[in-house]
């Protein structure tokens, strides 16, 4: 079966599910490839007619604002604690120097650390418990968690439908050959935005161990 034909009998309603699913327990605090899948959702939605550009942000959006509200609750009443225990499980993700990192987005920036967090990988992942460990007011959280979602998925979801549409007719020339290309290209992007990200995070976290100048008492 050609491959088109394979992707057009995927059901919407379990794209929608898994999209849903996997976004809202990134967003939680598990670390999941949540923008991963919504960029592949909405590609695949370029080529299927059954599945409805606007119903998937809306299913993105949702799990993105419901993880970050539930990861929110888990970090008001777990506190510190918790940190700590979801560093022993994922050191990766949840070190020291990631948790300095995001504590330091946070106290620079307050509710906007969470709005822009959503389009940055790690702080997707810390600002629903970051938030609650820091006791932010859940109003402020709450406004920023439904701009952020709606920002990220939904213009998330445009942006690569609209490409996805233009470039349908350029892939199906090219068959495998092209989707090989388009696939090379959008994981040399996302590695390179992955070690710019790294070495900015190594930047901060070094910048954060200089030790501060005391000033000389008179």
Known sequence: MHIQEWLET?????????????????????PLPGEIVLISAALLAAGHDGINPWVLGACATAGAVIGDSI?????????RPLLAWL??????????????????????????AVFFGRFVALLRIFAGPLAGVLHMPYWKFL?????????????????IYSVGVVAEEWLKRFSYLGLAIAVAIGLASMLIIKNRAKKAAGQSTGAAAEPESVPVAD
């Open 71 to 79: 990861g929110y609750a888990i970090g008001r009443r777990g506190g």
């Open 10 to 30: 995927v059901p919407a309603i379990s794209v929608y599910v898994l999209v849903g699913v996997v976004i809202g327990l990134e967003s939680l605090g598990i």
């Open 143 to 159: 406004i920023a968690n439904v701009l952020g979602g709606i920002a990220w998925a939904g213009g998330t979801t445009a942006v």
């Open 87 to 112: 560093g022993g499980k994922f050191p990766r993700h949840f070190g020291e120097s990631q948790i300095a990192m995001a504590e330091r987005s946070f106290q620079k920036w307050g509710m906007w």
